[in-house]
């Protein structure tokens, strides 16, 4: 049996792919000829196994659900990233990934060439407008972070208006800063009132076919959770071939 791609894409996952058929069988001859991060197109082999029939088309499904998914948070990860290409901005993703599988996720992330956001609550303070609300401003949510964070503890704060983002500037405490659901012109704007006083994260609302003209605002970093929550999957298939 033959993994192939039915179409272009960059390849993760392929550990999990070959675990599914190692945990039905030991015995079967897997045959990897892609590694996570190598670019396919359509008709390419990506992986072979040779074996029981039985076990072969008990992991199926479950080898190619793993492969085809992260393929695909690796595609397009990959074509983020070249769409930004020539600018400073990264490419990076969030926490709104699937239950059980961020490690996973994050990491095909990686192999289409992007970066890696919090993992965890524990990597960074991150004070969103609902944290804000219930301190009373944003004075209040800074002021309180600096009362209680580690020094090793970096600090990012959300904000949606410019206005917002001078208070930020006059107040201090944060390292970075996350523009949020700002047009392009706003958001280089907001690039120049920070100065490279901190980094300037934008995100909400990025697409495709936007992202080129957010990354020429200046910004640092570029964050999608649709690079792991709704992401299409890599057309791939199972193909069998018996002699």
């Not at 197109?41 to 080898?63: F, H, M, N, Y």
């Not at 949510?141 to 006059?170: G, W, Y």
């Amino acid at each position: 049996a033959s993994m192939i791609s039915r179409q272009d894409g960059v390849i993760a996952g392929m550990s999990c792919a070959q675990t599914a058929f190692r945990l039905m069988d030991e015995e079967l001859t897997i045959t990897p000829h892609k590694n996570d991060g190598d670019s396919v197109k359509p008709g390419d082999k990506i992986l072979s196994v040779e074996g029981s029939a039985r076990a072969i088309l008990t992991a199926e499904r479950t080898a190619l659900n793993f492969l085809s998914h992260l393929s695909g948070v690796a595609s397009m990860t990959a074509r983020c990233v070249t769409a930004i290409h020539g600018t400073k901005a990264r490419v990076v993703d969030t926490r709104k990934t699937l239950p059980g599988l961020r490690n996973l996720q994050k990491q095909a992330v990686v192999m289409g060439g992007g970066y890696n956001h919090r993992f965890g609550l524990a990597d960074g303070i991150l004070i969103k407008d609902n944290h804000i609300a219930v301190s009373g401003g944003i004075e209040n949510a800074l002021d309180a972070v600096a009362n209680h964070k580690s020094h090793m503890v970096k600090v990012e704060i959300e904000v949606d208006t410019l206005d917002q983002l001078q208070a930020v500037i006059n107040h201090g405490g944060a390292d970075i800063v996350l523009l949020d659901n700002m047009p392009p012109e706003e958001m280089a704007k907001a690039v120049d009132m920070i100065d490279g006083r901190m980094l300037a994260e934008a995100s909400g609302g990025i697409t495709l076919e936007n992202i080129r003209a957010i990354a020429e605002t200046g910004v640092d970093l570029i964050s999608l959770g649709a690079l792991t929550h709704s992401v299409t999957a890599l057309d791939i298939g199972l193909d069998i071939k018996t002699e």
